[in-house]
């Protein structure tokens, strides 16, 4: 089993590092933005992992796309700075907030997550003269001036470090109180675990994880607007991403953004303004029947074959 | 006087009498302000009420409350562009329909929704909420579509205000429907079955309360009130897809300040949302900034209930 495991790895490592010399760059856009989406997907799944359902993908995101772009637009700073930044002020609001809305949990917790993407995005429409207003903004010039195989390299680099902080996290002390809180709090808190800071430890972490990878889009596509910054899609592909592949694993997102990542790039192409709808279908099909995603059943099957 | 001064103590009277200060400056300083405040408030409680019941007794956010709303207000615009007849009319069918629908609804995914653990229910009511937007948004397009009457831009004349007067038909509704679910609550079977099961569901069931049936009527209940709001939404608003979803929201933050179960709290608070949001509204340039008053008002309920849990 771990030498099967190992082996996989190995060559899917492999497969990654050497994609870039033989596609199109159209092929590596594709791979790039599905990399982002992994990131999105792992760091929902790092919340999850606390019983917390966040419902503010978006607002993260977002608020690393307009932090990396405008700190580069108004200051004039290097791009990667600028997505640092981004990770920083991601980090930073999430304390600010997570302090009020982790007191909540549940349904509670995941409808004001929700809200908060929305208050993000008419706080970013309000103050035009800093983010463009509505209408958005052109950065000067895009990361690595446009580099395809520069920019895959540094979606792949973010990606891989997800996949191993996500690794070591599942062995760490926090990921026990973690999963102690998730199956029951009472039990957690009485065992002496301090459920509230490490909830808001994780909500924080998360959250930059989400804010980097919005910083990294904006610097990628040049373009920043609140409708595509803030957008439903952000918040519904990793979620589905996550949940079809398995939630509270690690391979579970990874495997799920791999497979939705190239079903959505399809859809998006076949059918233009019905593919939210079969994301829909497909998170209510899946949560009714296969609540345990695909690396779940893989688990269970192979527990039962011993 | 001493009377007056010992009841000024309790916080009810505190916030009775702040409450008539404020209204009395408004009024002065800018009165319409007021009166569409008022009228804001009156369409926020209508919506958030039914969406209040729901969460009292079966104990769930309907995320696609205001979804709902929104299929109510094509399915009046429906009924009165291929039927010929008024919207306001299309109340009536509205009411059937949804209260059909929502047994329909109930019975496929809601019902399957409550059995689940509570983490797949976020997620059941995320997708049920994208679905029904999504499908809206493949039948109808994303155009917003408006119909036309001459009766809402009806207006009074008082002294030197001009305001319209259609707008207080959402204020009647709202009165309505509270007046309408504490009758239902108190005085019927099936209201007191549903307040026992919103107490306690094992309770209700030991003591031979149908939880199930229960659910589904409240269920069908606050679908065809939202239903029907959706046709009076309709008369005065220009609709389209997305609208319903705001309206969740504005919705959740009155519950979350009423308090779970309180339906006649509702009908305050949601003057406090409307009054500050036309009041940012009222002033140039920074009328964007209205949309942003629910949330701080979710988050600070949030703070002040935690506090209060502290110290107790």
Redesign the interface.
């Known amino acids: 089993m771990k030498k099967w495991n190992f082996l996989l790895s190995a060559l899917a490592l492999a497969f990654v590092f050497f994609l870039p010399f033989c596609t199109s760059v159209y092929v590596l856009n594709v791979v790039g933005l599905i990399l982002i989406q992994m990131t999105l997907a792992l760091s929902w799944d790092l919340l999850?992992r606390s019983?917390q359902?966040s419902?503010g993908i978006s607002g993260f995101f977002g608020l690393g796309v307009y932090t990396a772009a405008l700190s580069c637009i108004h200051a004039k700073i290097h791009p990667l700075l600028g997505i640092f930044f981004g990770g920083l002020m991601g980090g930073l609001f999430a304390l600010l907030?997570g302090v009020?809305?982790l007191?909540?949990r549940?349904?509670?917790f995941?409808?004001?997550t929700?809200?908060?993407a929305?208050?993000l995005r008419?706080?970013v429409?309000?103050v035009p003269t800093l983010s463009g207003g509505p209408e958005g903004m052109v950065l000067p010039s895009v990361i690595f001036h446009g580099d395809a195989l520069k920019t895959y390299w540094l979606l792949l680099a973010w990606a891989l470090l997800n996949i191993v902080i996500s690794i070591f996290f599942e062995k760490s002390r926090i990921h026990f109180a973690l999963t102690s809180i998730r199956n029951d709090e009472i039990v957690a808190e009485s065992s002496g675990v301090d459920v509230f800071k490490y909830l808001v430890c994780i909500f924080v972490f998360s959250s930059s994880i989400q804010a980097v990878a919005g910083g990294m889009y904006a610097h990628i596509y040049g373009f920043i607007s609140p409708e595509s910054s803030f957008s439903?899609e952000l918040v519904?592909l990793p979620?589905i991403m996550a949940?079809v592949g398995g939630?509270t694993t690690t391979w579970g997102p990874v495997v799920g953004a791999i497979l939705l990542g190239s079903v959505a790039e399809i859809l998006k192409v076949k059918i233009p303004?019905?593919h939210?709808?079969i994301?829909?279908?497909i998170?209510?099909i899946v949560?009714?029947f296969f609540?345990k995603g695909i690396m779940g059943t893989f688990k269970e099957r192979m527990q039962t074959n011993k | 006087m001493v009377k007056l001064s010992e009841k000024l103590r309790q916080p009810n009277y505190r916030i009775a009498v702040v409450s008539i200060f404020v209204g009395a400056l408004l009024a002065y300083w800018k009165p319409y302000v007021l009166i569409e405040g008022i009228q804001r408030a009156g369409l926020y409680a209508a919506i958030a009420l039914p969406m209040a019941l729901l969460m009292g007794v079966v104990g769930?956010?309907n995320?696609a409350h205001g979804d709902f709303m929104m299929l109510g207000a094509y399915f009046a615009y429906w009924v009165s562009v291929y039927g010929g007849v008024d919207p306001l009319l299309a109340i009536v069918p509205a009411l059937a329909f949804f209260f059909l629908f929502g047994c329909i609804v109930y019975l496929g995914?809601f019902k399957?929704i409550l059995q689940?653990p509570?983490?797949?229910?976020?997620?059941?009511?995320?997708?049920?909420?994208?679905?029904l937007v999504?499908?809206a948004?493949?039948l109808w397009t994303s155009r917003f579509i408006k119909i036309s009457l001459p009766y809402v831009s009806a207006s009074t004349t008082v002294g030197s205000l001009t305001f319209g007067t259609f707008e207080f038909v959402y204020v009647v509704a709202a009165v309505t429907v509270l007046v309408g679910l504490q009758l239902f609550l108190k005085k019927t079977t099936w209201g007191q079955a549903a307040l026992a099961v919103g107490q306690n569901p094992r309770g209700a069931k030991v003591v031979g309360i149908d939880v199930d049936r229960t659910h589904l009527i409240i269920f069908s209940v606050s679908i065809a009130i939202i239903g029907a709001m959706g046709a009076l939404f309709l008369a005065r608003h220009s609709i389209s897809p997305f609208i319903g979803?705001?309206f969740?929201?504005r919705a959740?933050?009155l519950i979350?300040m009423a308090g779970i179960g309180n339906l006649t709290a509702i009908l305050w608070v949601s003057l406090v949302l409307g009054l500050s949001e036309n009041f940012v509204l009222s002033f140039f340039g920074?009328a964007?900034?209205a949309?942003?008053i629910?949330?701080v008002l979710?988050?600070t309920v949030?703070?002040i209930?935690?506090r209060q849990r502290q110290v107790k």
């Open positions: 999850l019983g359902l419902l907030i009020a809305v007191h909540l549940g349904m509670y995941a409808i004001v929700l809200a908060l929305e208050a008419v706080i429409r309000n439903f519904l979620i949940v939630v303004y019905g939210l709808l994301y829909g279908i998170i209510v949560v009714l609540p | 769930i956010v995320l995914p399957r689940a509570e983490l797949n229910q976020i997620l059941l009511a995320f997708g049920l909420m994208i679905v999504q499908s948004n493949l979803f705001p969740t929201l959740f933050c979350a920074y964007g900034w949309d942003l629910y949330f979710i988050i949030i703070m209930k935690s």
